[in-house]
């Protein structure tokens, strides 16, 4: 039987695009989400771009209109931090404490969406003010007053990093990004796009640091006077951004003595190690078929596991999860990635003469395309992604040939094996 009441903590995509898709499966039970920020649900994805730049407001980052959550009857408490969790014989206690003060309510069912924390770096000096993150609208309106102030070092080569670099060199400020590994992007792209991404940064004016270790925040003046490397280099700042990842939170998954590695485990229904509780979003990881776990940070993955779960609590049928995509805007470099690398076999890499700044990667796992990198080449990545989605999986040698438009050679027959990201 569906249940009565259910809380979600968090507001995040993944929890506000649940509360909506369970009501609209014709749910009429009390829904509540929970929020430890003390505005309302918004975008994240512009922080580090529109939002640095002022091309965006408060308000047009919102998720949903002010009304819209009264109106589908969905209580939304803000500014409440949720300290325990607690199974009864009924479903679920939580107590919360906000500026109001403590509060405990009982619930049918649980849903986690407590998505991620920015991790921290441990170095001297790092506790200065001027020593930023970005994860909310919090630590991007610190930034936003920032990025104009002088150089800005960026510790980590991942996408959050990438992108406030390339915004901040086109608002004129001088930019180092230093990475710890032997390229950028090493856990999320292949070094042919990591290759084609430092290329273009540095072409814009930023400079790119490679296997080097910061070792302390340097001060003088009450300020930030610079980045020590291990070599012994002092890289010059004013403002220094920490972006080397981040941190499910998952301290209320413990709580319940739930299955955690690297984020709340849940199958692919959303379903956590209790076969109760639901989890969604940031906080979530799941078994691949290697046996490992691997953990999807995206509004594709929040949107769909929001229905998925959705689906579950309503009793219907849930909908079968889509491949897996993502973007990366970086200046005027646009990342699309749809599939996942995983234990690919081979790679293709076609270009274009004309379109020098076009590029796509093809990643193959045996004959059949699993995942595929498009820079600069939207128009190939809605028809690769279009292509996977329906199971197509040709191999190397069909998409090889660079003179003929991947939409043509994906539409062009070959019957190709069931995709499996």
Known sequence: MPPR???????????????????????????????????????????????????????????????????????LITGARVEQVTRTPAGIRIEFAGEGGSCTREFDRLV????????TLALPGSEHPDVVRLRDLGHASVLADRVRKGPIVVIGGGFVGLEVAATARTLGTEVTVIEAGSRLLGRSVGEV??????????????????????????????????????????????????GIGAEPRTELAFQLGLRCAGGVVVDNRCLTSDGRTLAIGDCTTRVSPTGGHYRLESVDNATTQAEVAAAVLAGSTAPVPAVP?????????????????????????????????????????????????????????????????????PGPEELSDSTVPLKKLLTSGGSGAIARP
Do not use: M
């Not at 986690?112 to 991790?119: H, M, P, S, Y």
């Open 193 to 242: 796009t990591a290759e084609a991404l430092r290329a273009a940064h540095r072409a814009i004016g930023t400079d790119i640091v490679l296997d080097a270790q910061p070792t302390a925040i340097t001060i003088a003046d009450n300020g930030i006077r610079g980045v020590r490397l291990d070599d012994g280099r002092e890289i010059t700042a004013t403002t220094v951004l920490v």
């Open 112 to 119: 986690l969406a407590t998505g991620a924390r920015a991790r």
């Open 5 to 75: 009441s259910v809380v979600v903590v968090g507001a995040s995509h993944a929890a506000v695009h649940f509360a909506d898709r369970l009501r609209e499966t014709g749910f009429t039970g009390e829904i509540t989400l929970v929020s430890h920020e003390p505005r309302l649900p918004y975008q994240r994805p512009p922080l580090s771009k529109g939002w640095l730049k002022g091309e965006v407001t408060s308000e047009s980052l919102l998720l949903r209109d002010p009304t819209h959550y009264a109106d589908k009857e969905i209580e």
């Open 325 to 393: 995509w993502f973007w990366s805007d970086q200046g005027d470099q646009k990342l699309q990635i749809v599939g996942l690398i995983g234990d690919h076999t081979s790679v293709v890499v076609r270009t274009d003469p004309d379109k020098p700044r076009r590029r796509v990667a093809l990643y193959f796992a045996g004959d059949g395309l699993v995942a595929a990198e498009c820079l600069n080449a939207p128009a190939d990545f809605v028809a690769l992604r279009a292509a996977l989605g329906r199971g197509r999986r």
